[in-house]
């Protein structure tokens, strides 16, 4: 069978087992059509007698129209996910003064949100890892959705902090929960990437955050300058860009790495013909298998030998052909079972597979096993060092990002020259009201993000990941040492425009990083478990940039642009670096 691309006309050269024969498709059909021609027997048994792996079809596929697609669902929900968290530095300031609440009140609105999100980082990723990259992103969407739009309703109708403020709190609880989730978008939209794109288009996503940014931003003129509603509504259509999510989720596949981990990769296989048929390109010939197997079938082969075909027989076998020696049978059965879950399952539990209440135990237990499991994977001896490097990076990214959004907003609502004389020893009431102006310059400040991911696009594959990250946090470290000077308004956002440029640029590069550096059976517990780490970090910033920063302005700024030159250094002592290295799907890092 000719492995040249096909006319884009709807059906698409695929190729697979004898019994399986050619496939044709049209349009959304993925029927199996046999075509049993006897003068192609040959040309089909060839075809048989090789193996790729989802990483070799990724590879051959490129980047088209099926990445396309994959994108604006990713993009969506990262506009979404910024939106909401945008609000936060607009909504705290607006109840405040309209609850009466104290700085501590303050600052609970903002960390409630990040506690859900330590949560939902968590969780989101094992869902992600257990039930599928496609069906946990539909759940933690619905969440987020549900509790933006119930955040909206206007409970109390007087200025009383109850029942208002307790609700307030758990519905941006809530939706904590499920934007803590959303990262998990980055781990789906990585494994449909080559790796020579993958760098950059995992950077470019940054693009949609700084958009989302830039909107909250507007949307808070829109409702609270120029309509002059109340931030209900700012609540209620910051969710829009949820909904719009939804009709993705009837078009996109599940990602083709998480079927193979599974060992469907029957399923596997129809979504890598799916690809091909958007990017209108043929997949690999062979049979489908994953990386570690490919690898251990070569490793298994004498040094001297050369390798004519490695051919999967009817029985389950696999014939290793060999020019200098005969045919080596090795017994699929004899391998051990790919990383799904790592338990094995012992004589006396299949025994209570017999009754119903032992299965539901068995159920339990490995359940727990397999969670245990897998957070265990992420320390073992291969990979403790990078796991534990990146908890602190993650935590700090979290802690400077949400923290110069945070204090923006305090800085911009205040008189804006030598901060000591203005920021009281004040733990109750401290109200001032954002006007028009500071509005703008929060607009500004959130477009500083999008100079940030073009500088991050550039050097991320020139340089590499780690270095990348060495430099962003050490000019991010620089921009906070500069708000020490006492200066004018317009100077001061200068320098909040810089830091809030370097520290999205810096956070994006880790994102690029950590999916990679990760194997498939772990990536999305890997991103969830560090997007929790990242959450503390969140969760305590608010007490910085909000509370500490009324006592003493000078000592905020030295927490912020010292932990840069910390997280720079860690960066540097990361072990692996990931330019231009293949995603693994299981195994060592």
């Known amino acids: 069978m000719s492995d040249t691309k096909p006319a884009c006309t709807g059906e698409v050269a695929v190729s697979g087992t004898p019994e399986e024969g050619r496939y044709s498709t049209t349009g959304d059909d993925y029927e199996v059509k046999e075509l049993l021609v006897e003068e192609e027997a040959e040309e089909e048994s060839a075809k048989d007698s090789q193996v790729?792996?989802?990483?070799?079809?990724?590879?051959?596929?490129?980047?088209?129209?099926?990445?396309?697609?994959?994108?604006?669902?990713?993009?969506?929900?990262?506009?979404?996910?910024?939106?909401?968290?945008?609000?936060?530095?607009?909504?705290?300031?607006?109840?405040?003064?309209?609850?009466?609440?104290?700085?501590?009140?303050?600052?609970?609105?903002?960390?409630?949100?990040?506690?859900?999100?330590?949560?939902?980082?968590?969780?989101?990723?094992?869902?992600?890892?257990?039930?599928?990259?496609?069906?946990?992103?539909l759940i933690i969407d619905l969440i987020i959705l549900i509790f933006g739009i119930l955040s909206a309703i206007p409970v109390s109708s007087d200025d009383s902090k109850i029942p208002g403020y307790p609700w307030l709190l758990l519905c941006r609880f809530?939706?904590?929960?499920?934007?803590?989730?959303?990262?998990?978008?980055?781990?789906?939209?990585?494994?449909?990437?080559?790796?020579?794109?993958?760098?950059?288009?995992?950077?470019?996503?940054?693009?949609?955050?700084?958009?989302?940014?830039?909107?909250?931003?507007?949307?808070?003129?829109?409702?609270?300058?120029?309509?002059?509603?109340?931030?209900?509504?700012?609540?209620?259509?910051?969710?829009?860009?949820?909904?719009l999510v939804l009709p993705f989720f009837l078009l996109i596949p599940e990602s083709a790495r998480f079927y193979v981990v599974q060992g469907k990769t029957a399923k596997a296989e129809r979504v890598i013909k799916r690809i091909a048929w958007f990017n209108c390109r043929s997949i690999p010939k062979g049979r489908l298998v994953t990386v570690e197997e490919k690898e251990k079938l070569m490793a298994e082969l004498p040094a001297d030998s050369e390798v004519d075909s490695v051919r999967w027989s009817q029985d389950g076998t696999i014939n290793i052909t060999r020019s200098h020696s005969a045919d080596a049978t090795v017994s699929q059965s004899e391998e051990k079972p790919l990383l799904d879950g790592g338990e094995q399952t012992t004589d006396d539990e299949n025994a209570e597979q017999f009754s119903v209440k032992g299965e539901k135990?068995?159920?339990?237990?490995?359940?727990?096993?397999?969670?245990?499991?897998?957070?265990?994977?992420?320390?073992?001896?291969?990979?403790?060092?990078?796991?534990?490097?990146?908890?602190?990076?993650?935590?700090?990214?979290?802690?400077?990002?949400?923290?110069?959004?945070?204090?923006?907003?305090?800085?911009?609502?205040?008189?804006?020259?030598?901060?000591?004389?203005?920021?009281?020893?004040?733990?109750?009431?401290?109200?001032?009201?954002?006007?028009?102006?500071?509005?703008?310059?929060?607009?500004?400040?959130?477009?500083?993000?999008?100079?940030?991911?073009?500088?991050?696009?550039?050097?991320i594959e020139l340089l590499g990941r780690k270095k990348t990250m060495f430099i962003e946090f050490i000019m991010t470290g620089l921009g906070f040492f500069l708000l020490f000077i006492c200066t004018k308004e317009v100077v001061v956002t200068v320098f909040l425009f810089i830091i809030r440029a370097f520290a999205s640029g810096v956070f994006q590069a880790v994102y690029v990083y950590t999916p990679e550096v990760y194997p498939t059976s772990i990536r999305g517990a890997s991103l969830g478990f560090h997007t929790a780490a990242a959450r503390i970090g969140a969760m305590i910033t608010p007490f910085v940039a909000q509370v500490l920063l009324k006592r003493s302005d000078y000592a905020t700024i030295s927490l912020y642009g010292g932990s840069c030159v910390v997280l720079a250094v860690l960066a540097l002592l990361l072990p692996i670096e990931t330019k231009g290295r293949s995603m693994k799907d299981s195994g060592a890092g």
């Open 52 to 137: 790729y792996t989802v990483e070799d079809a990724v590879e051959k596929l490129g980047f088209g129209t099926f990445q396309i697609v994959v994108t604006i669902f990713s993009g969506l929900i990262w506009v979404a996910d910024a939106m909401e968290l945008m609000l936060l530095s607009v909504l705290s300031p607006l109840v405040k003064c309209q609850w009466n609440l104290t700085d501590v009140e303050e600052a609970m609105i903002t960390t409630v949100v990040f506690i859900g999100f330590l949560i939902g980082g968590l969780s989101g990723g094992i869902l992600c890892d257990k039930i599928g990259r496609k069906m946990g992103l």
């Open 174 to 243: 809530g939706l904590g929960i499920g934007a803590g989730g959303a990262a998990q978008a980055v781990t789906y939209y990585a494994e449909f990437l080559p790796k020579k794109t993958r760098g950059v288009a995992i950077t470019l996503l940054e693009v949609w955050w700084a958009i989302g940014s830039i909107f909250g931003a507007l949307l808070a003129i829109l409702v609270m300058v120029v309509l002059r509603q109340t931030w209900h509504l700012y609540l209620g259509l910051a969710a829009i860009p949820l909904a």
């Open 361 to 459: 135990i068995m159920k339990i237990k490995n359940a727990l096993k397999n969670q245990l499991f897998i957070l265990g994977n992420l320390f073992r001896n291969d990979m403790w060092k990078t796991t534990g490097l990146l908890i602190f990076i993650w935590f700090g990214c979290a802690w400077l990002y949400y923290g110069i959004v945070l204090l923006t907003t305090q800085f911009l609502k205040y008189d804006k020259h030598c901060y000591s004389n203005v920021f009281g020893d004040n733990t109750t009431v401290n109200c001032t009201e954002l006007d028009a102006g500071d509005y703008w310059g929060i607009t500004w400040t959130a477009a500083a993000e999008l100079p940030g991911i073009l500088l991050t696009l550039v050097i």
